[in-house]
């Protein structure tokens, strides 16, 4: 049994606990709760406030400081970045309208100027420039921490290399909040970022990531979801699977399955919206070993192509084709028949 502090005062623990049980009719104890509960609160947003006003009071350190934004619930923003945002020269910003809206949310002016691909060469040298007369930078993205799938690795680069200080106020991380989420392991992970859009350099791209021994995180937009799925069980085998979208949101799913389930789950839909993010699970060594395969092949490749054959053989085993073509090209080898000649998958 986990024991866990009461949120209530002492004096009215017992009334809290009876007022909050379903069952209680005792309107008196559950109008001392709902006292308890509001003061409680109090004291809780009190104490923020304190740690605010402490931030606040803070002299900045001048340097470029990395804040991590919601990527959805602005009850995410960390009183940290509150602070930094509110006391900062210049708020960078990949999108200056979109991120206006996050600081009037919390009634922040800041000087507010764009930062984005179009304009990084000639902004760099701008930002280096102020950091050199000691002024305090911040870069924030449309959502969720900087240089994350967005610009600015090569300005955090720039900063090191001319001696500037560097540091990160971390905070919301759509790939993380998908991946602890998933049920997949999380003790290795590889983020990939998106795929590309086109089928032959998707598969291309899932063919180089087929032996990564890890959890793979994938951005996906919305339109090519079920597609990069198919794609996916097609290079990868059919792995379990979870795809997360809207993450922190009102309509936050996170789907859970198989990449070949999950392709025809969202390839069924109507029509799917909002930020997506795939996370897939690593490739299970020995689970299905050569020999399974080669034995499956012989039998397949007597009575059709070797395309086919690999293809056949990789959806019943969940292997990646490519794999299951590979073995059936060693085993024509080893026949002397190598007549193949219409691709590998």
């Given at each position: 049994?986990v024991?866990?502090?009461s949120?209530?005062?002492e004096?009215?623990d017992?009334?809290a606990?009876a007022?909050?049980?379903?069952s209680?009719?005792?309107?008196a104890?559950?109008n001392?709760?709902r006292?308890?509960?509001?003061?409680?609160?109090?004291?809780?947003?009190?104490?923020a406030?304190?740690?605010?006003?402490?931030?606040?009071?803070?002299?900045r350190e001048p340097?470029?400081?990395?804040?991590?934004?919601?990527i959805?619930n602005l009850g995410?923003?960390?009183?940290?970045?509150l602070?930094?945002l509110?006391?900062a020269?210049?708020?960078y910003a990949?999108?200056t309208r979109?991120?206006g809206?996050?600081?009037s949310?919390?009634g922040?002016?800041?000087?507010l100027?764009?930062?984005?691909e179009?304009?990084a060469?000639?902004?760099?040298p701008?930002i280096?420039?102020?950091?050199?007369?000691?002024?305090?930078i911040a870069?924030?993205s449309?959502a969720?921490?900087?240089?994350i799938?967005?610009p600015?690795f090569k300005?955090v680069?720039s900063?090191?290399?001319a001696g500037?200080?560097?540091t990160s106020?971390p905070?919301a991380?759509?790939?993380?909040?998908?991946?602890?989420?998933?049920?997949?392991?999380?003790?290795?992970?590889?983020?990939?970022g998106?795929?590309?859009?086109?089928?032959?350099?998707?598969?291309?791209?899932v063919?180089?990531?087929?032996d990564?021994?890890?959890?793979?995180i994938?951005?996906e937009a919305?339109?090519?979801v079920?597609?990069?799925?198919a794609?996916?069980?097609?290079?990868?085998g059919?792995?379990p699977?979870a795809?997360?979208r809207?993450l922190?949101k009102l309509n936050?799913e996170?789907?859970?399955g198989?990449l070949?389930?999950l392709?025809a789950d969202?390839?069924?839909?109507?029509?799917v919206k909002g930020?997506?993010?795939?996370?897939?699970?690593?490739?299970?060594?020995g689970?299905?070993s050569?020999e399974?395969v080669?034995a499956?092949?012989?039998?397949?490749?007597?009575?059709?192509s070797?395309r086919d054959?690999?293809?056949a053989?990789?959806?019943d085993?969940?292997v990646?084709r490519?794999r299951?073509?590979?073995?059936?090209?060693k085993l024509?080898?080893?026949?002397?028949?190598?007549?193949?000649d219409?691709?590998?998958?």
């Open positions: 049994m024991h866990r502090r949120n209530f005062p004096s009215t017992a009334e606990k007022a909050l049980d379903p209680s009719t005792n309107e104890g559950r001392a709760a006292a308890a509960h509001g003061e409680a609160s109090g004291q809780v947003a009190a104490r406030a304190g740690e605010l006003n402490q931030l606040l009071a803070k002299r340097g470029l400081h990395l804040v991590a934004t919601p959805g995410d923003i960390s009183l940290r970045a602070a930094l509110a006391s020269d210049t708020v990949e999108d979109h991120s809206r996050l600081l949310h919390f922040i002016v800041a000087r100027r764009p930062y984005h179009h304009n060469e000639r902004e760099r701008v280096l420039a102020a950091l050199g007369r000691g002024e305090t870069l924030i449309d969720g921490t900087p240089l799938s967005d600015g300005l680069r900063c090191v290399e500037h200080l560097v106020l905070g991380s759509a790939p993380l909040a998908a991946l602890v989420a998933s049920g997949l392991p999380s003790d290795t992970f590889l983020f990939a998106f795929l590309p859009s086109r089928q032959q350099a998707r598969l291309a791209r063919a180089e990531l087929a990564v021994p890890a959890t793979l994938l951005f919305p339109s090519r079920a597609a990069s799925l794609d996916l069980a097609q290079g990868l059919d792995r699977a795809v997360g809207e922190t936050e996170m789907a859970r198989t070949r389930g392709a969202f390839a069924g839909r109507d029509s930020e997506i993010v795939i996370v897939v699970g690593p490739p299970v060594a689970d299905v050569d399974d080669e499956r092949l012989t039998a397949a490749l007597a009575r059709m070797l054959a690999a293809k053989v990789a959806d085993l969940g990646p490519k299951a073509y590979e073995h059936g090209l024509q080898r080893e026949a002397g028949n190598t007549g193949e219409d691709g590998g998958g």
